[in-house]
């Protein structure tokens, strides 16, 4: 039943219609008074016309002519019907724009034509084709009656041209699970409206389109009226970001008092928001330019969310993954001391026997089974051409091994055991010269880099553990404010462009907008604490051994230092709390979070495979972390300055290569060189006696082998990085660090089966075991769900659906996997010696 009435001052045609049904519509142009010259006349002429829905009309007017065009329509519109106004304005060049008013009963909707939008430095565009939705007000009562009006009015005294339609915006209502296709332009937005079933707590709202740009902005908003569904006024409320192809935002009920909200999606005038390309224009103060054809065709597709018990088995499947790596250890762990037991028992019923055989079962040699070193022929022939100091003084067996006399072996047991200053970590008791004579010998062995006193170099060793866990207090403690900043302004703002996620597979939990990647790396920190259990037990137990005076603990084997074992574990388990600080809210301005510790755990990691055979001339946890430092700074300027920079580039190739060389020269001699005004003179001393007046080859064979490798890898990615100028150049620094690792570790294994020492089972397996799982990690990492190296826009085109449990995607399957294959890297290092543990250090050589 409808209510029609006529006004006093011009005739309008209204229409009730029943809650949240449009039925009709009405047009006026209101009555205008004139000055024309001295008298001002009222000539308003009132033309009426019938309208109806669906029917497009023409009509010519000026500033003296009215033109009311109204609509009776007895259809009732379906709820999940909108009504939509379109106007396009056909005079080329009006004096006056055209204004259309839209009078509702809780809002008011106004829009010019033609319409100016704004872009990029105040550029302006202009458009004669408009196209708005309107809103629908909810009603208080089902009786109550809705009026909505449009009033056109223009101040052009010359005719102005015009069409009007309003029509029918069928499927206005989404329904869950079903694509609706449309199209859009800057001044033709369009916005639906999505009300939550019941038992539907979230939602994922998904916008695609099949071609990258025009750019768009797809926006979230709470039902009320107006809707900001323009370039310049959709970031006012709600949530949104920037889109190519792709959008998603995950939508929770809680968010919406309404139980509904609308999907507003705008193209914007420019591209440059979503990556392309900025154009520059000479502008005049008040030029139009022209807008060009922007229209864009998208799907909008509303789909379920996980629910709870998705979220519940996503931790649960997390921790028992992890958990069992913890029932694991602890079955090892009773296996190996059962081993030991019965080891230990075995010793006891051999105290009867021989003096000589028991001392083969304490060393674990057999007689018959000569421990060479690879390419040397005779162990004792090698060792007989080198000069020999006292510690050295050492008397050979007729199997060719090199047996040290009792009382050589309690003296270094008493030197060992003796007092020293806390901060003399050079306790050495030979002289300079000495030095020089045992550490430039063709073949060392550990004996020879192992004669300071243990307990200094623990001390030394330790600072490495000391040093990070300070690092990581203040280190942290600002990235988690940080962190806890950005994803307030991320709710508060509702802007979605500030973190890069994977929209596709963000599930949010709280105040977090994607739970599920800080939870997957929980790993780092549960397997971090639990190698640093291991760590914990091998030094109680050598501790214990050390006490006893066991032979093996203090004559045999690699020396035992725990320090670094104690900072790599730290600094997995800070990789794992920063990367799941950097995953509340990734962006270009924290990626430092992400990878600072992964620097630092590649150079731990080669730091101990060093100290493995050098102990005594390690390098200090100071310069270590100095040197980490450098490389961080480094990483931080290959991301701010490093993206198309020659100069950059230039000066970072040859510091990578000059450090290169000064490390080689390091490794090469052993710590005995100086970097003074002399090392001219010396470098061409050597390249005289050595190539030139003798064409000798080099005196460490096998050292110039890792060397020269490593200078032709390092050689190559400094001329990759000069050449291609990769844009993520922190990814580009750590593959540095890797390959050099891996080359390093590689050389090591070859060394040790080339000197005659073999892996033992355990250590074989973890080798094994870590290999396969760098491999599938490595092809997860390598998916690249999202970069904060391009525009927000950009880099939801590479987001993915979850593909583990519906809970976690391939990120978080890198983050597993990695967590895993650190630890048995881990594991390695600390497991490949273990063969040693019997073996007289006066047989163990160094490479």
């Not at 709870?308 to 958990?323: A, E, K, P, T, W």
């Not at 988690?480 to 949010?508: E, K, R, S």
């Not at 701010?640 to 490794?667: D, E």
């Not at 390959?739 to 397996?765: D, H, P, Q, T």
Request: proline residues 3%.
């Amino acid at each position: 039943m409808s209510n029609c009435w006529r006004s006093r001052r011009g005739t309008v045609f209204s229409c009730g219609f029943e809650p949240g049904l449009f039925s009709c519509f009405g047009v006026l142009l209101l009555t205008t008074h004139v000055l024309y010259g001295e008298a001002n006349t009222n000539t308003s002429v009132v033309v009426q016309k019938d309208a109806q829905f669906d029917i497009t009309y023409l009509d010519t007017f000026a500033l003296t002519t009215m033109h009311i065009i109204s609509s009776l329509s007895s259809d009732h519109f379906k709820r999940t019907e909108g009504v939509r106004v379109s106007v396009e304005l056909l005079s080329e060049r009006p004096n006056g724009p055209v204004l259309f008013v839209v009078r509702q009963k809780q809002a008011v909707l106004s829009f010019q034509v033609p319409l100016i939008l704004r872009g990029l430095y105040q550029r302006k565009y202009q458009y004669t084709q408009v196209g708005r939705t309107l809103c629908q007000p909810p009603t208080l009562a089902l009786s109550e009656m809705q009026f909505f009006y449009v009033d056109v009015s223009t101040l052009s005294t010359s005719g102005v041209h015009y069409q009007l339609r309003v029509s029918r915006v069928e499927s206005f209502t989404l329904q869950t699970d079903k694509k609706f296709t449309f199209n859009a332009t800057p001044s033709q937005p369009q916005f639906f409206k999505y009300v939550f079933p019941d038992g539907e707590d979230t939602v994922i709202v998904k916008v695609n389109s099949q071609k990258n740009f025009p750019c768009s902005v797809m926006s979230i908003q709470d039902i009320q009226c107006p809707v900001y569904d323009l370039d310049n006024n959709v970031a006012f409320i709600g949530m949104y970001q920037t889109m190519t192809k792709t959008g998603a935002i995950t939508v929770q009920r809680k968010d919406f008092p309404s139980n509904s909200f609308y999907v507003v999606v705008v193209v914007k005038t420019e591209d440059e928001a979503c990556g392309g390309p900025l154009k520059f224009y000479s502008l005049l103060p008040d030029e139009l330019l022209d807008a060009g054809n922007r229209s864009k065709t998208l799907d909008v597709v509303v789909s379920p969310a996980i629910n709870s018990n998705v979220y519940i088995m996503g931790v649960l499947f997390c921790l028992g993954i992890f958990l069992s790596f913890y029932i694991l250890t602890f079955l090892v762990a009773c296996i190996e001391n059962k081993r030991l037991h019965r080891k230990r028992a075995g010793l006891l019923k051999a105290a009867d026997m021989s003096p000589a055989e028991t001392g083969n079962l304490a060393t674990g040699l057999s007689p018959a089974s000569p421990y060479e070193y690879g390419s040397f022929a005779d162990n004792g022939s090698t060792m007989s051409s080198e000069p020999v100091t006292d510690s050295m003084a050492s008397a050979e067996t007729n199997d060719g091994y090199m047996e040290r006399p009792l009382d050589v072996v309690g003296r270094c047991r008493q030197e060992s055991l003796s007092s020293v200053e806390e901060d003399d970590y050079d306790t050495l008791a030979d002289i300079d010269s000495d030095k020089n004579i045992v550490r430039t010998k063709k073949y060392l062995c550990v004996s020879d880099l192992a004669r300071k006193d243990k307990r200094v170099l623990n001390k030394k060793y330790q600072i490495y553990f000391w040093n990070i866990a300070t690092i990581a207090v203040f280190y942290a403690l600002p990235v988690i404010q940080l962190v806890i900043t950005y994803q307030t302004v991320v709710n508060v703002t509702g802007n979605q462009d500030i973190c890069y996620y994977n929209f596709l597979c963000a599930h949010p939990l709280g105040a977090l907008s994607s739970f599920n990647n800080i939870l997957s790396n929980l790993g780092y920190v549960m397997l971090g604490l639990l190698f640093l259990l291991i760590v914990l037990q091998r030094d109680i137990l050598h501790n214990r051994a050390l006490m006893r005076n066991d032979t093996p603990a203090l004559e045999c084997g690699i020396p035992k230092h725990f320090g670094l074992f104690y900072a790599m574990g730290t600094a997995l388990m800070m990789e794992g709390l920063l990367s799941a600080c950097y995953h509340v809210c990734p962006n270009y301005t924290n990626f430092q979070f992400d990878t600072s510790f992964m620097y630092m755990i590649a150079g731990l990691c080669m730091l101990k495979l060093y100290q493995k055979r050098h102990p005594d001339i390690n390098a200090s946890a100071y310069s270590a972390y100095a040197c980490l430092a450098a490389v961080i700074f480094f990483s931080v300027l290959g991301v701010v300055f490093g993206k198309g920079n020659t100069a950059f580039w230039v000066v970072f190739s040859v510091i990578h290569i000059v450090a290169t060389m000064l490390l080689s020269t390091q490794l090469y001699y052993v710590g005995r060189w100086r970097l003074d005004s002399g090392i001219l003179r010396r470098i061409l001393y050597v390249i005289y006696t050595d190539c030139i007046r003798q064409c000798s080859g080099p005196m460490y064979i096998d050292r110039m082998v890792l060397l020269v490798m490593g200078n032709i890898v390092n050689w190559s990615l400094a001329a990759y990085g000069l050449i291609k100028r990769p844009n993520d150049f922190a990814s580009y620094l750590l593959a540095i660090a890797i390959c050099n690792l891996l080359l390093y570790f590689a050389f090591y294994i070859i060394m040790k089966l080339r000197s005659g020492e073999r892996v033992l089972f355990l250590a074989l397996v973890c080798i094994l075991f870590t290999a396969v799982v760098w491999g599938f990690a490595l092809f997860f990492f390598f998916q690249g769900l999202s970069t904060w190296q391009k525009t927000p826009a950009e880099s939801r085109e590479h987001n993915r659906d979850c593909i583990l449990l519906s809970f976690f995607d391939d990120h978080d399957i890198w983050h597993f996997l990695s967590s895993i294959a650190m630890f048995g890297s881990f594991l390695v290092l600390l497991t490949m010696d273990d063969d040693l543990d019997t073996i007289q250090r006066e047989k163990i050589y160094v490479f």
